[in-house]
């Protein structure tokens, strides 16, 4: 039984009714894991309240109060400042302290379980890795993994954080850009054609910890094939260099094909590939989850990723009193529409470049 920490206070953290982040994702993964019978495998609990203290891990003491100011309805001056604004990525909520605690405090219980000897915990509704010590971002307002791997940080050594969402991972890197002891490591849609506009091959880290930060950017269009290549080219070989004795995972489930906001075209069953790699590890494990903003991906992806987290196989057909059955026949895709020749080919030469570069850095100070 892997803890599994689920508040439902986190389904009021939504910007606004036409926000893509919507609470309907979670609620439908919710019912298809217990559709499968996978919540036998899963110890499901509410996490404990959190500290200030535990946010104040990354983020800075006048932040945290601008987001209770906000979430309380007081006026703050220059909001857009610290990242929210009306017609932006975070538009200010009341109740914003109290749904952003709620992910927050599962990924802290997830973290915690795993520092005190769980091999596995999970909090789904985690990921959020675009916000700043100091600063809103990308739908993200605390940055739940950093806080995981700052957790981790107190047992062990040598942390590594994996991401795989569409968008580049750029709050975790940035917050360990100095660090030696955490690897963070990004395969995502390219900064080139994308939010965040960064995570490209070059930024690898400063000072001791040079070469402790790696980016996998792609280019639109990339398929399964491609992406595993350079996952597998690449990730492996900087885990084996950097000796992690353990992992924060982030499963964005947002490069998928049929995710409305990026351009990379990943099935379910390729995307899970490196799920079942860092499964393979054999390491401890805190799996977060992150994007994806399409209600028929979401829901099936990350079931596979905890089902493969778990070990525990599934039958691809959706069990037919899930509610969404109909829409959410399978976990798997089928089929994945296929790309246009030209957008292929650059898709691989833009991957070939990058691998390049990467394959240079790794070589050279191994
Ligand atoms: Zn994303």
Redesign the pocket.
């Known amino acids: 039984m892997a803890p599994y920490f689920y508040d439902p206070a986190v389904e009021q953290y939504q910007f606004s009714e036409s926000h893509p982040l919507k609470p309907k994702r979670l609620q439908l993964l919710n019912e298809l894991l217990k559709a499968y019978g996978l919540d036998a495998h899963l110890d499901w609990q509410t996490p404990p309240p959190i500290p200030e203290s535990e946010i104040l891990r990354v983020h800075t003491p006048e932040y945290v109060a601008v987001v209770q100011a906000i979430s309380r309805g007081e006026p703050v001056m220059d909001a857009h400042r610290w990242g929210f604004s009306l017609y932006g990525d975070n538009p200010p909520f009341l109740g914003m302290w109290e749904a952003a605690l709620a992910y927050t405090s599962a990924t802290v219980a997830a973290a915690r379980a795993v520092r005190d000897g769980a091999p596995l915990a999970f909090n789904i509704t985690g990921g959020l890795h675009h916000a700043l010590p100091h600063r809103a971002s990308?739908f993200c307002i605390f940055n739940d993994p950093a806080i995981a791997v700052a957790i981790l940080r107190e047992r062990f050594q040598r942390v590594a954080y994996l991401d795989i969402?569409?968008?580049h991972g750029d709050g975790v890197q940035w917050i360990f850009y100095h660090d030696p002891s955490v690897l963070t490591v990004s395969i995502h849609e390219s900064g080139k054609w994308l939010f965040p506009g960064t995570g490209f091959v070059n930024e690898l880290g400063e000072g001791e910890a040079y070469g402790t930060s790696i980016n996998i950017p792609l280019a639109p269009f990339t398929e399964d094939d491609l992406w595993w290549e350079a996952f597998e080219a690449i990730v492996p070989r900087a885990f084996d260099r950097f000796q992690p004795e353990a992992i924060v995972l982030q499963m964005?489930a947002?490069p998928h094909y049929l995710d409305p906001?990026?351009h990379l075209h990943l099935s379910a069953q390729g995307w899970v590939r490196a799920v079942a790699w860092v499964r393979s590890l054999g390491l401890p494990v805190v799996a977060l989850g992150?994007?994806?903003y399409n209600l028929t991906t979401v829901p099936r992806m990350w079931t596979l990723a905890i089902a493969t987290l778990l070990g525990v196989e599934l039958p691809d057909e959706t069990p037919a009193q899930f509610s969404w059955h109909d829409r959410i026949p399978r976990l798997t895709d089928a089929s994945v529409p296929p790309v246009d020749p030209a957008d292929r080919q650059h898709a691989e030469s833009y991957m070939r470049a990058q691998m390049a570069f990467l394959g240079k850095i790794l070589k050279d100070d191994s």
């Open positions: 990308g969402d569409l968008h964005g947002d906001l990026g992150g994007g994806g």
